[in-house]
């Protein structure tokens, strides 16, 4: 085995395994990576998370025994202060619920409901309560704190502050203070490797309602994970105050927080999720992916060697129907197909009704996606990333055969069709706009743009003429501003169109006279305006002209040739107009008449589909007209030929709906694949790590050795389990870059929502004096404030089933998404004044 091929840490795994080929021939095994490790009360045993499981191993190091195993996603476990049970999360009910396993038994106890992802903080040394952030009742993604028993019941707030971020707690012994993580996003990223401004962060004590700082910093550090001695006076914490992350100790007199001194001296690396036994004589931190023992007295880490060994509980491959799981789609150009990318594949089936989608592609492995069609409606044309490439491909359905295109070097991607099929647009390295003759087979250069890329690339950055003649595109300028730039198609240079100071822009999109141009476009953080271009003087239309021509109904209509009139470039930064929509713009697709554009806007905190009229002789005013009213994300905007309908995808489905009103039809399409977890993660893992290379800001890649990282995760992802696990590890790869705006979360499709919300605050104290629940806030708008609940009043039922401290109210309200529940309340715990809303 090669340096580079050899673990990292000292973790080996006595299981079954595909080994894979590194670029050198060399195979490469999978090597498990333990995470987030709990110590045993008595500091002899650890329990740690791996392969999405459980595993239990002494603290010396060894072969670690199998604990508990589930298909789902298993880790963050703590042990209770007796040694008798073990709190974690698992994602086997959602997005990540508290249980409880009981070590006699091996009975697994649900404890928490919520929606949102819960983090297990610490147990209070008594034993009674579980500590938890969650984000699952603040704005913002920020968290609060609360506990639960461990036998179930009604969580309460620890510490919810509205305007603050507050995670990783941890009860002092005597139960009296709460020792927190406050500020910073470090709860999200703290994968991320090195020193971020965002990633500031304190630690604070609560102590009967009053906070005090806490660490001795200056507040211009990373500090997290605060852990508490034996005996309460010393309180441990990770900052990265010395410049890497290390373990820092502060004495806890009786007067309060003394100095901060250092227990470890790492130069480098980070320490991640550090965990003490109760004893106080055993540390235990991750980092460099394996299990650190550190000495609290003299500060001295060793790693602790781990042999796995079991089966691990494992999602078996599947087949999967991803119709109603759609990422993109578009409608071709007769109407009457549409080809859609589902999990990687390119699909296509009767947009008329749906059914049985025909299957373009078969790579599992590696990905295709931004699907358009020719316009003679028989072709397809997508990007590839087969072989590890982002290439053109090209489907003929009269053929049934598949042509690679434009082979040269580089990224190419967007594809779009001239408007006779005979040419091929698209971008190369996000920096050429380029031009492909598909009868030759040749392409050539446009010209050079800035241009974003997949994943996160624009859905419509260039666009042509009806004529075939120009191309607009959409393309980053002097201090990042996005401006529409005409480029000729036969040669010359691009010429600026638009003149904003705007960094976003997209949709770019030409009259069908040719005479305008539409693209949606805003400034960082303010709302998404509609903006024209009128290429030539536009003159003034009156209603009688639309009279005049009732007298030409008699005469047979010619097919007409568009032109684009000679751009009148002097003067374009006048002909600039922001149209008076009042909503948050975000796409847009024109009818083929021009008289109506269709929008996904965001209004109220909700993206919707609209239609906006454009035609200078309609009745009246133009206003925007709602045409959708369904939550969630919409995307894939498009008008159908003929301009009566707009097709969208509404949360991963494909809906038309008149362009004039809400009358949505979904068309109902199946598309069977199978789902293999063991191919499609390293098709991700290779996808992630190309794309940095390719396209990331810094060329030197921060200084980061990005072949030696590939080198370091693959063997890890290789052993990965769960899809969970491999975004941790892929969040760990991209975090060595430490750069903002990067990383890896959970896709909207695989988030599950099913708890109903009532919108209110319960005031912990008053509730745990009584054992029911009072109301301490009811936020505005709300469920409860629009049934008229009020502050102070107590909450006795649900639907007839006591809501009390021994219940957990999400779990009454589970499954009440857009349903009608009754409340029974009163103005004591008593139940004087009685009644149901």
Partial sequence: MSPAQRPSAAVLVLLGALAIAAPGGAAVLPIPTPSQPAVSPDGGTLVFSAGGDLWSVPTAGGVARLLVAHPAHESRPLWSPDGRSLAFVSTRTGNGDLYLFTFATGEVKRLTWDDEPEVADAWSRDGRWIYFSSQSHEAANLNDVYRVRPEGGMPLEVSADRYVNEYFAAPSPDGATVALTARGIVSAQWWRHGHSHIDQSEIWLLTGGTYRRAGGGDGRGKEAWPLWSADGRRLYFMSDRSGAENLWMQEMGPQGPGAAAQVTRFT??????PTVSADGSTLVCERGLGLWKLDPATGEATEIPIVLEGAPATAPAERRDV??????????PDGKKVAFGARGEIFAASAED?????????????????????????????????????????YDFATGQETALAAGPGVDDTPRFSPDGKLLAFQRDRKELRVLDLASGKDRRLAAVQLDGPPLGSHRPFDWSPD????????????????LLLVPVDGGEPRPASFLAHTNADDVTWSPDATYVLFATNQRSEPGQLARIDLVAQPPR?????????FQTGKSPQATTVTTPAIAFEGLRQRTSLLPLGLDVGSLALASDGKNVALIANAAGQLNVWSYSLDPLAAGPAVPRQISSTAGGKSSLQVSPDGQQVWYLDNGSIVATPIDRAEPRTLAVSAEIDVDFAVEKLGLFDRSWRILRDFFVDPGMHGVDWDAARATYLPRVL????????RRLLSLMIGELNASHSGMRTPPAETVRTTGRLAVRFDAEASLAAGKLRLREVLPQGPAAVAGLAAGTWLLAVDGRPADLQTNLDELLDHTIGRQVRLTVADSPGGAGSREI
């Fill in 268 to 273: 480098a690396g980070r320490l991640l999720w």
């Fill in 542 to 550: 009156f209603r009688e002209d639309r009279f005049r021509d009732l």
């Fill in 468 to 483: 075939g003649r120009w191309i607009a595109v959409l393309s980053y300028g002097e201090r990042m501003f996005r401006n």
């Fill in 354 to 394: 749906g059914g049985r989608a025909v299957r373009i592609t078969r790579t599992p492995a590696d990905a295709e996606y931004q699907v358009a069609w020719a316009p003679d409606s028989r072709r397809l044309v997508y990007v590839s990333e087969r072989g590890g490439d982002h290439k053109l491909w090209l």
């Fill in 719 to 726: 052993a990965a389990r769960t899809p969970d696990e491999l």
């Fill in 323 to 332: 119709g109603g799981s759609i990422d993109e789609f578009a409608l071709s």
